[in-house]
């Protein structure tokens, strides 16, 4: 199962040390204006409200160093990582970009993070974890690691960016550590070794951050470090879902079994197992979890994973909702209502987007019934569509292709 946003590589080198190297912050020199690219854009169809910009219908081409699905946003500009640990920041009311700041390191970028309440988009390109002020469009700071040492995943939450790292080769027996990292100007706030899977990042929220192993999950006072509680023996946990103040557990998709754990909610707090409801024993391949305790699961059959299921699972009153069938793992949440892509298996309906009440399922009716978008070729299966959400703004969203790399600003339905 794919992380919300944000999976990557982090390293350390020994417990003691900080592993991460130093620093280095300010914003200077790491930015440089962009020329605007040639788009269409059509005239303001329809404003934000609440004081936001209006926006407008826009297409805009991505530059080949700019990575597929490491795009984020806010309710005032998208962000995408470029190469290894670079940005490019874009106008979301036209999609022009407005800043970038050029990737420093090498190799394949591993993520991307964007913070609207510090105000910092982070990416990592294995040996360096880099932030981006998204007000000023600079390098707000930058860690780099020795070169043995790689991150492994990261999450940002309550002004602290958190981060695995592990031992670059896979020979070598993992050695997974966690630090913790002041989003504002990097400052290590503590960096320990502790019990996780190199492939799992982090989850945090409300002042804990939480690592799994797979056989036990950890619970972390977040400014200091110390363990605060672990699960039960015999909990399976191969896979963290956070979302709003829950937390839940499930299996992962790359793992070669026809069999899953089961999943399941934790209690934040001494992370001992809940009541949850029974899923579906098939293979899960993404989830959300909604502010008011709604996870969203798409699951899939081990033998086929072109097609499946999002499932919608109540988690303060253990209970299945419903069910949509469709063949894209796609999918996002926003005003009370799930958004993901019609089948791309269906010719009467592919090319769609569509909300979903989250409580109502898919046979609703009136106010509450589902709403779907028109046709474009940007929302068609053969196009792998990725959705960016704007926070703050439910009225747009942004998709972004994979086959000929654009983003386009739409409505939602």
């Known amino acids: ?38 788009a269409s ?18 297409t805009r081409d991505l530059s080949g160093s700019e990575g597929v699905q490491v795009c984020g946003a ?12 670079g940005f490019v920041g874009r106008s979301r009311t036209d999609g022009a970009v407005s800043w970038t700041v050029p990737a420093v390191g090498s190799g394949k970028n591993l993520g991307l993070v964007v913070d609207k309440a510090d105000e910092r988009a982070v990416t990592s390109g294995g040996r360096t ?56 100007d990097g400052k ?27 056989s036990k999950v950890t619970a972390r006072d977040g400014r200091t470090g110390d363990a605060l509680a672990t699960t039960p023996s015999g909990t399976k946990c191969p896979h963290l879902i956070a979302g709003g103040h829950y937390l839940a557990c499930s299996g992962i998709p790359y793992t070669t079994e026809d069999t899953f754990p089961p999943l399941q909610r934790l209690d934040p707090g001494d992370l001992r197992p809940l009541a949850t409801a029974e899923d579906s024993d098939q293979k899960p391949e993404r989830s959300l979890i909604s502010a008011d305790g709604v996870l969203m699961l798409f699951e899939v ?10 499932t919608a699972y109540d988690l303060n009153h253990p209970r299945k909702l419903w069910s949509y069938y469709t063949t894209s793992e796609e999918a996002g949440l926003v005003g ?9 298996n269906d010719p009467a309906t592919r090319g769609h987007m569509i909300t979903i009440d989250l409580h109502a399922g898919p046979h609703a009716k009136g106010d509450a019934a589902p709403r779907m978008s028109p046709a474009y070729p940007e929302t068609v299966g053969s196009a792998y569509p990725a959705l960016v959400l704007p926070g703050g703004d439910p009225d747009h969203v942004v998709i972004e292709t994979m086959v000929h790399h654009i983003l386009r600003s739409l409505p939602l339905p």
């Open 129 to 184: 974890l880099r932030a981006a002020n998204l007000r000023t469009g600079k390098t707000a700071w930058s860690l780099g690691l020795p070169v043995d040492r790689v991150y492994a995943g990261f999450v940002a939450a309550g002004g602290i960016v958190y981060a695995l790292d592990t031992w670059s080769s896979f020979t070598r027996e993992a050695n997974v550590a966690l630090g913790a990292y002041r989003a504002s």
């Open 74 to 85: 806010t309710a005032h500009q998208v962000v995408c990582a470029t190469g290894a640990d």
């Open 301 to 310: 059959s081990p033998e086929d994973s072109s097609v499946g299921y999002w």
């Open 336 to 344: 009370g209502r799930f958004v993901t892509f019609t089948p791309r």
């Open 41 to 58: 854009t059509s005239a303001v169809t329809q404003s934000s409200g609440g004081g936001q910009d209006p926006w407008r219908a826009w």
């Open 1 to 38: 199962m794919r992380g919300v946003m944000g999976a990557a590589l982090f390293g350390v080198t020994a417990v003691g040390c900080s592993g991460s190297g130093g620093a280095q912050s300010g914003e200077t020199g790491h930015t440089t204006a962009s020329p605007q690219r040639s």
């Open 188 to 214: 290590t706030l503590w960096h320990r070794t502790v019990d996780a899977d190199r492939y799992e990042s982090p989850a945090a929220f409300d002042g804990r951050v939480y690592t799994t192993d797979s």
